[in-house]
């Protein structure tokens, strides 16, 4: 048993990060053989890529996949802890599991991992009320899935093993892609940014990137396999590279990529700090690396900013923000914003306000500030009442809808390239997502789905476009 540990998952060392390779022993090859897993993912890109590794993870040991939970000999939830509802729909489903396991399968093994596995509290909670669940693994030690699940199939006891410090990036995990014509590839992992209000440094750790040439060899395989685009994940992929011994950073990581011929790349998140000059003018210069970029803002207010430790300014912000509309042809760029942080008036709102007038964003994901065990701003005197966050939240997704559809019909007329990834199941149409990532519905053939084409943008909506094939 190895729980979670908050004081050893703050600490940074130096320590430079060694790589492993995953490994499976023969004998465990078969222990899901007739049996039947159910995956439920909650979270960010990270989690569902996490995902595609548990699939891969559970089917060489001869599980199979189910779609209906009530028929699964195991049943994972692979969390996420980034807001309060995040736990709450995580807790809800082990309420349903609790039920299944009662009445309809005695057998059942219920496992919970990702980033609430990572948590001092819920893994309390699991140990104290939750006894029947059988297993807990956390992030840093996800890729030994098979001998924990092992241990629990042969014994009666609760198995808890949580690694609180990162260790090795694990390279040569199998993967099962959801996909056959898109891509996540992680670049680096963990974060040491410590914005106050945000729990991935603990859950995550470290920031650990990948040797540029696993990353460049996992593209180019890719290409071989027919793969059209990637999407190279990180929590801050600004900051790819910074952990080496040797000057190697995101703009050549993206030139790199962009040299394999893949067609289109995409990469997120991007912390406006250590967005470079460089990284623009890469983005610029290569047809391939897509015109669109997430640049969470946080906060319009210089004093909130702050106090949430995002290391930049209104000002500063808005600065970058203009760069890259300047220098990045067509770019779209979506953001995050948290309102009602400790201490956030209305004047402090305002400024959030001011500046979204200002940046007009092509989307935007606006949250209300949810307190995050042990983090310093869950600490802060002067927490926002929830009524006030409530008004806030609507009144801010007022103004940035506003702009979805502006910036929509300014589009009208525009030709763009797009991914066709599937049919749409309310109008029969064909979907995909054009360079600048906004979904485009358009009528066409089937046979189009993993291709490339040409789109005209005719009509506008909040959330999407409607368009017609070009040739
Ligand atoms: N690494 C990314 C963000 C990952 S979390 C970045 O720094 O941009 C995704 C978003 O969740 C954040 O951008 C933030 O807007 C929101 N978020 C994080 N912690 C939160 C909290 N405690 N309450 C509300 N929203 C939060
Ligand atoms: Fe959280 Fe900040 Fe790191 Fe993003 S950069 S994951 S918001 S600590
Ligand atoms: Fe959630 Fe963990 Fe991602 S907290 S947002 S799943 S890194």
Not at 50 to 74: G, H, Q, R, V
């Amino acid at each position: 048993m190895e729980l979670p540990d908050y004081v050893k998952a703050r600490q940074r060392s130096k320590q430079v990060v060694e790589k492993e390779f995953y490994k499976l022993d023969d004998d465990l090859r078969q222990i899901g053989r007739g049996k039947k897993y159910f995956l439920k993912t909650y979270g960010c890109q990270m989690n569902e890529h996490d995902s595609e590794n548990i699939k891969a993870m559970l089917e060489e040991l001869a599980f199979e996949e189910t779609d209906n939970y009530k028929e699964a000999d195991l049943i994972l939830l692979n969390t996420c802890s980034i807001r309060e509802n995040a736990h709450n729909k995580a807790f809800g489903m082990l309420g349903r599991l609790k039920h299944v396991k009662e009445f309809n399968n005695p057998d059942l093994i219920v496992g919970l991992c990702g980033c609430m596995a990572q948590e001092e509290g819920v893994v309390n909670k699991i140990m104290n009320k939750y006894k029947w669940v059988n297993f807990v693994i956390g992030t840093h030690n996800l890729h030994r899935l098979p001998y924990v699940l092992n241990d629990s199939l042969q014994r009666q006891r609760q198995e808890i093993e949580v690694f609180s410090r990162e260790g090795n990036i694990i390279e040569g995990i199998p993967v099962k892609r959801e996909n056959a014509y898109k891509a996540y590839v992680n670049i680096i992992y963990g974060c040491d940014k410590f914005c106050t209000y945000c729990i991935v440094p603990y859950t995550r750790g470290k920031q650990r990137s990948r040797n540029p040439k696993d990353i460049v060899r996992e593209v180019e395989e890719l290409v071989r396999d027919g793969y059209q685009e990637v999407t190279l994940l990180g929590q801050n992929v600004n900051a790819y590279g910074k952990d080496f011994d040797y000057e190697y950073n995101m703009a050549n990581l993206l030139e790199d990529v962009s040299k394999t011929g893949i067609k289109r790349i995409f990469f997120m998140t991007s912390h406006p700090w250590d967005f470079t000059d460089e990284m623009i003018d890469v983005i610029a210069k290569y047809d391939n690396i897509m015109p669109f970029i997430h640049l969470p803002v946080q906060s319009g207010s210089s004093r909130i900013l702050k106090l949430m430790g995002r290391r930049y300014t209104k000002e500063s912000y808005l600065a970058l923000f203009d760069k890259i509309k300047e220098k990045i042809p067509r770019v779209s760029v979506s953001t995050d914003i948290i309102v009602g942080f400790p201490g956030e008036k209305e004047e402090d709102f305002l400024e959030t306000i001011d500046l979204v007038n200002h940046c007009q964003y092509d989307n935007a994901y606006t949250f209300i500030y949810s307190p995050r065990e042990k983090t310093p701003a869950a600490k802060l005197q002067d927490q926002v009442p929830e009524q006030v966050k409530e008004e806030r939240l609507h009144r801010l997704n007022e103004v940035v809808n506003k702009y979805f559809l502006e910036n929509n019909k300014k589009n009208i007329g525009d030709i763009y390239e797009v991914l066709v990834e599937g049919i749409s199941e309310k109008k029969n149409e064909l979907f995909g997502y054009t360079e600048t990532k906004k979904l485009i519905n358009f009528k066409g053939d089937e046979d189009l789905i993993g291709k490339i084409v040409n789109v005209r943008v005719t009509e506008a909506k909040t959330w999407s476009l409607d368009g017609e094939i070009v040739k």
